[in-house]
């Protein structure tokens, strides 16, 4: 069964560095989302995207946060300057285009700030 | 009022029991409805979505959605040790905002032998 694959797994970054998380959706969908997942806290929508630009963000996602998608399969969400309360797990998700169809997640990209 | 409430548990059941899980929201707009799965260190995985008020059916799983109540529901039935996990509600008000979801906080389940 397609997937939705995220990596790296788990990013160690020092504070104040620019990282980016990788996804690569499933190959005929055409929505994307970044989720967040605070340890001990509800997932938070952060980010959709389609056709190429930013349909919604939530009050989360501020000027250090962009989204990218760079060529046909990958989708990348860059924290430019990196804060310790970034630390989270982020979820990507992708759905179909046709009708009103579920979101699908990755197994997420565990991020620590030090 | 948060917008989606759910009991966070834990919840320890043993095996070949019926589960009862729950959600409860705040905003009439929300349209769709799913529960997630999400064992440790995964991700959230679908189990359940549903548009309507009324009950869905999926093997063992049955969604249950009261929209007059703001309230749904997912059972599970012969409940197994590997249904163990953190079981997630979320919400999706449609329209422009389709796609942005609102989740609970998800209910820790552990099915014992």
């Known amino acids: 069964e397609p997937e939705v694959t995220q990596t790296p797994s788990h990013q160690v970054t020092q504070m104040g560095q620019e990282v980016i998380l990788r996804c690569v959706p499933i190959?005929?969908?055409?929505?994307f989302y970044w989720y967040r997942q605070i340890l001990g806290q509800k997932v938070e929508f952060l980010v959709s995207f389609y056709n190429n630009e930013i349909s919604e963000k939530s009050e989360i996602f501020d000027d250090q946060f962009s989204v990218e998608r760079p060529d046909g399969s990958n989708f990348t969400l860059k924290i430019r300057s990196t804060k310790l309360e970034d630390s989270a797990m982020y979820f990507c998700?992708?759905?179909?285009?046709?009708?009103?169809?579920?979101?699908?997640f990755g197994d997420g990209t565990r991020l620590s700030i030090l | 009022q948060k917008e989606v409430e759910q009991d966070p548990g834990p919840l320890s059941v043993p095996e070949g029991a019926i589960v009862s899980l729950n959600c409860t929201y705040s905003n009439s707009a929300f349209q769709y409805f799913m529960w997630y799965r999400q064992y440790s260190r995964k991700g959230p995985e679908l189990l359940m979505y549903t548009y309507s008020s009324g009950n869905k059916e999926d093997g063992r799983f049955t969604a249950q959605v009261d929209k007059s109540s703001k309230y749904i529901s997912l059972f599970i039935r012969d409940s197994q040790p590997s249904d163990s996990a953190t079981y997630l509600c979320?919400?999706?008000?449609?329209?422009?905002?389709?796609?942005?979801?609102?989740f609970g906080q998800g209910t820790i389940l552990t099915v014992h032998p």
């Open positions: 979320a919400i999706d008000a449609g329209g422009t905002s389709y796609g942005k979801l609102t």
């Open positions: 190959s005929n969908h055409l929505y």
């Open positions: 998700a992708s759905r179909n285009r046709e009708g009103n169809q579920p979101q699908h």
